[in-house]
C-alpha cells in the first residue's frame, strides 16, 4: 500500500527567503506525483504536475523535483512572500486511472 | 463550468438524518474523486469514477456511504444515518485522464 510523508508538518520562515519541502512515498511505481496547495477552509489548488519520466516542473517561483528511484520530491520556493502562507500536499498516482494518495502536508507560514 | 463546483458549501444536520453533496466537475473530465478531510487529517480516499468503468468504492467507510454518477458528468455522495464522526471537509475532484487534477472548493459537513 502506498503511503506519503511530508516533512516537516509545519515550518515558519521569515519573508525573501529560499525554502524546501520535502515529499517521501513508499512504491516507487508512479504514474505521477502533483502538488497542490490548500488555503484555510478552501479546496486545493493544482500547483505542478511531474510525469514519472520527468525529473522537475516550474512554474514562476516554484519548482518540483521527482526522483522516482528513491521515492522523493521537493519542492522548492524561491523568495518566500507571506501570500505563500498556505498547506502543501503532495500526491501521486499509481497509474493513469487510479486515485491520487496524499501525504498530510506541511503547513507553511511566511512572517513579514 | 470554469472550475469544479461543489453545493452545498456548508451543511448542518442531526445525526441519524441522510445528506447528499453534489459535484459538477470541468466539463469533459472523464475521471471524478470524492475525498474526506478530517480536521488535521490528510486527504482520505473515498470512490472514484473514470469513464463508463465500474467505480472503485474501495475508500468508502462504511455501507451507509455511497455515490452516484449520472450521465458521467454531475456527481452525488449520499451519506445514510449521518454520525459525529462523518464531520469533515468533503472535497471533490475531476480530471481529463491521465493529467491533472482539479478540486472544487469542498463541502463542510457538521453532524450535531
Request: charged share 15%.
Amino acid at each position: 500500500k502506498q503511503e506519503v510523508t511530508q516533512i516537516p508538518a509545519a515550518l515558519s520562515v521569515p519573508e525573501g527567503e529560499n525554502l524546501v519541502l520535502n515529499c517521501s512515498f513508499t512504491d516507487s511505481a508512479i504514474y505521477n506525483l502533483q502538488w497542490f496547495r490548500q488555503d484555510p477552509g478552501k479546496g486545493l489548488t493544482s500547483l505542478l504536475l511531474i510525469q514519472s519520466s520527468q525529473r522537475e516542473q516550474t512554474s514562476g517561483r516554484l519548482n518540483a523535483s521527482l526522483d522516482k528511484s528513491s521515492g522523493r520530491s521537493t519542492l522548492y520556493i524561491a523568495a518566500s512572500q507571506p501570500g505563500d502562507s498556505a498547506t502543501y500536499l503532495c500526491a501521486v498516482a499509481r497509474s493513469g486511472n487510479t486515485p491520487l494518495v496524499f501525504g498530510k502536508g506541511t503547513r507553511l507560514s511566511v512572517i513579514a | 463550468g470554469a472550475g469544479v463546483s461543489q453545493s452545498p458549501s456548508n451543511k448542518v444536520t442531526e445525526k441519524g438524518k441522510d445528506v447528499e453533496l453534489r459535484c459538477d466537475p470541468i466539463s469533459g473530465h472523464t475521471a471524478l474523486y470524492w475525498y474526506r478531510q478530517s480536521l488535521g487529517q490528510g486527504l482520505e480516499f473515498l470512490i472514484y469514477f473514470q469513464g463508463n468503468s465500474a467505480p472503485d468504492k474501495s475508500g468508502l467507510p462504511s455501507d451507509r456511504f455511497s455515490a452516484e454518477r449520472t450521465g458521467g458528468s454531475v456527481s452525488t455522495l449520499t451519506i445514510q444515518r449521518t454520525q459525529q464522526e462523518d464531520s469533515a471537509v468533503y472535497l471533490c475532484a475531476s480530471s481529463l485522464v491521465p493529467v491533472e487534477a482539479f478540486f472544487g472548493q469542498g463541502t463542510r459537513l457538521t453532524v450535531v
